[in-house]
């Protein structure tokens, strides 16, 4: 079993104080992460662009989101959360509000990029977090820390109202307002970790050098969480963003409609978040993985049947008949596949502080980082996918085919270590 180094002691009151405004913060972040989901969809129609230009646009923020996540990571165990959190979130607003002035295509890439860093919070809370609890409750703080994915429902809610208002520049500028003043909140009220703490006042310097915490990323085990990362939580990131086109698409939604869906499906995905660090507490994160991959290949096997008309020879002649998923059979499948992603998003960040207790920082940066970056990859893919083949469906066949590779390495892992005797979680 890997050893584990226990924090320094918090004052009583502390790590309910960091988690709490660790998670508002991620939550007020994860809203403006996900801008392009909603104002996307009205862009696109604005500007006609085709369904890969829309998925690179929806993604590009995901991108940078994704790729500062390991430095920022790094950065947080060396400098602490307060200050790196507040920098981002103050970063991501700047960028934010240049949103509202962009004309072209190329200047909302570019503005998406900069809006990216509201995605890099993750891993700056996730080192920040973890610093405030003993390793038996991290699971469960950091699940409900990452119940922040939740601020994809507030865009998805609030959004498209104030789009049909007041246009979605407004959208725009009242996500860059609420990141200010979250920015303002978190460096006013916030504390430095233990860690943090304790070095400052010994006048120590970190305990691991940059290239020695690099060289922990030549573990193929990290690579493996990350694989893993990238479909529980790169998956729903993908699908957060795409479910509104794909409902308005297939079932001829409303925008409005398809945003309030969208909403619903991300909340029970982000909440049950926190119920999946308990469980991963309670009765390992090896097996919470195992009904995660295990339920999703099976969500995602029907949701890939796509709607089709069969024509059979009868008795009598030919017969017909047609089979599609409906709408309500959609959503159930859909909010199954979230809830389980959701479980299975908690469980791989468990492992992260039982194998890497002083790296949690650069490994949890770059599971994040890999994570995302499925957030970024698959909504592309979705509409490359929905050019070539014409298929709405071919964005869940990507999915279970990328939830069975998943599954088997885990399954393959977990033997190999059984037939050495091995009891570490897998």
């Given at each position: 079993m890997p050893s584990v180094t226990q924090n320094p002691p918090s004052p009583a009151g502390q790590p309910n104080r960091a988690l709490a405004l660790s998670t508002v913060a991620f939550t007020v972040c994860f809203a403006v992460w996900t801008i392009f989901s909603i104002i996307g969809v009205g862009v696109k129609d604005e500007l006609g662009l085709s369904?890969?230009?829309?998925?690179?646009?929806?993604?590009?923020?995901?991108?940078?989101?994704?790729?500062?996540?390991?430095?920022?990571?790094?950065?947080?165990?060396?400098?602490?959360?307060?200050?790196?959190?507040?920098?981002?979130?103050?970063?991501?607003?700047?960028?934010?509000?240049?949103?509202?002035?962009?004309?072209?295509?190329?200047?909302m890439l570019l503005a998406g990029l900069g809006i990216g860093l509201a995605g890099g919070s993750f891993a700056v809370g996730v080192a920040y977090v973890s610093r405030f609890y003993p390793a038996e409750k991290q699971g469960t703080a950091l699940g409900i820390f990452g119940a922040g994915n939740v601020g994809a429902a507030v865009t998805k809610f609030a959004a498209p109202f104030v789009l049909l208002a007041w246009g979605w520049e407004s959208v725009a500028l009242l996500w860059a307002g609420a990141l200010v003043v979250m920015a303002g909140l978190f460096w006013f009220a916030a504390e430095d970790d233990p860690?943090?703490?304790?070095?400052?006042?010994?006048?120590?310097?970190?305990?691991?050098?940059?290239?020695?915490?690099?060289?922990?990323?030549?573990?193929?085990?990290?690579?493996?969480?990350?694989?893993?990362?990238?479909?529980?939580?790169?998956?729903?990131?993908?699908?957060?963003?795409?479910?509104?086109?794909?409902?308005?698409?297939?079932?001829?939604?409303?925008?409005?409609?398809?945003?309030?869906?969208?909403?619903?499906?991300?909340?029970?995905?982000?909440?049950?978040?926190?119920?999946?660090?308990?469980?991963?507490?309670?009765?390992?994160?090896?097996?919470?993985?195992?009904?995660?991959?295990?339920?999703?290949?099976?969500a995602t096997l029907v949701l890939?049947?796509?709607?089709?008309?069969?024509?059979v020879q009868g008795i009598n002649g030919p017969m017909s008949f047609h089979l599609a998923v409906s709408p309500v059979a959609f959503l159930v499948a859909v909010f199954v596949l979230g809830f389980f992603m959701s479980l299975g998003k908690a469980a791989v960040y468990k492992h992260i502080p039982v194998y890497?207790?002083?790296?949690?920082?650069?490994?949890?940066?770059?599971?994040?980082?890999?994570?995302g970056l499925g957030g970024f990859f698959l909504p592309l893919l979705f509409g490359v996918l929905n050019d070539v083949t014409g298929l709405w469906t071919s964005c869940f066949m990507a999915l279970f085919v990328l939830v069975s590779i998943c599954f088997f390495w885990m399954h393959l892992t977990v033997r190999r270590l059984e037939g050495r005797g091995a009891v570490q979680p897998a």
């Open positions: 369904e890969t230009e829309f998925g690179l646009l929806v993604g590009t923020p995901i991108l940078t989101g994704s790729l500062v996540r390991l430095v920022l990571g790094i950065w947080t165990d060396r400098q602490g959360g307060r200050l790196v959190f507040t920098l981002v979130m103050l970063g991501a607003a700047a960028s934010t509000f240049l949103l509202a002035f962009a004309e072209t295509y190329v200047q860690v943090i703490r304790a070095q400052r006042e010994g006048g120590k310097a970190p305990p691991f050098s940059l290239k020695k915490e690099l060289a922990l990323l030549r573990d193929v085990r990290v690579w493996r969480f990350a694989l893993y990362y990238f479909f529980a939580f790169g998956a729903f990131v993908a699908l957060a963003l795409w479910l509104p086109r794909f409902l308005t698409g297939v079932y001829g939604m409303d925008l409005a409609t398809a945003g309030l869906i969208g909403a619903a499906y991300s909340v029970p995905a982000s909440i049950f978040r926190a119920y999946g660090g308990h469980l991963s507490d309670k009765h390992g994160a090896r097996t919470v993985m195992y009904w995660t991959l295990g339920v999703s290949a099976i890939s049947l796509p709607s089709a008309t069969y024509v890497y207790p002083e790296n949690v920082g650069a490994v949890g940066g770059l599971v994040g980082m890999i994570g």
